[in-house]
């Protein structure tokens, strides 16, 4: 299928994509970055923005930066670039993501922001504590990671407002990523993910949003999952995922 009609705009600068979103608030403007989620959505009509506002020829919100105990990850900056860059758990998670194209394309975030409850940047900032820092009308403002997402596609963020960039605590802790999908590139059906400097989980796959769990037992952590018997996927089944996921991510973050 082919999206409805849409106006298209380019920001120039983090300023002027929230005043293009303040302007054109009546018309539901939406904010595109690597297109990676939000082409899809449109051209199956779930998404319907009567404007676009395009931001990847802003600048300055590219790049990663250690910042004394702070890991600054840009918004535009690309699930490729990180997985390059030797960060440790963020990097190695990003072999996860969809496939090399999508990759190459699609930015940390655009992830944050469209909140799929098993995309593996909505999972790490919950693990690691990030912060969410985005611009809006009335100036900047920092959001806890676990307070940021509240559902499928639903966040925290105003519709005027613009992610600027993703900050973890650093030097980032020993830790791993690890998830099943039925086939290669798609998302998880269930992920897993452990820190093991403050022994939590967070799994992915099991609720609205990344299920955050201060415990390493695999055990423990698969028989409390409140988790239903779905059509071709049953609770059973899903709890089994779990536990060897959480086993799996223990033993791949372990020195
Ligand atoms: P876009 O598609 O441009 O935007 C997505 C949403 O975020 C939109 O609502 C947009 O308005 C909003 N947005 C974007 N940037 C900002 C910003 N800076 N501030 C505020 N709002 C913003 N993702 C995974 O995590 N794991 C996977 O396994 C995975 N597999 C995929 C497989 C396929 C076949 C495809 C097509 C995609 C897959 N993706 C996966 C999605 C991919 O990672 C996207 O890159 C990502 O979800 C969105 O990033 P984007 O830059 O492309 O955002």
Redesign the pocket.
Known sequence: MKPASFEFHRARSRAGAVELLTELADGDP???????????MMNFRLARPGHLVD?TGIDDMTGIEVDGDRLRIG??TT?RTVEKAGLGVLSAAMR????LP?RT???V???I??A?AT???CMLAVLLDARIRVLGPAGSREIAAGEFFHGPFWTA?EPD???VEIVFPWPLPPAALTEYADRK????LVAAAVDLDRERTVLGGVGPVPLLVDSLDAEEIAAGLDVRDEPGVSAHYRRGLARTLVRRAVAEASP
Not at 30 to 40: F, M, P, Y
Not at 96 to 99: A, K, L, P, Q
Not at 185 to 188: I, K, L, R, S, T
């Open positions: 939406k904010i595109i970055a690597g297109g990676q989620s939000l082409v899809a931001i918004a535009l699930h996860w993501v969809g496939h999508i394309r699609g930015t975030g655009g992830s922001a469209h799929d995309a593996e940047w963020l407002e613009l992610i590139g798609d998302f998880a």
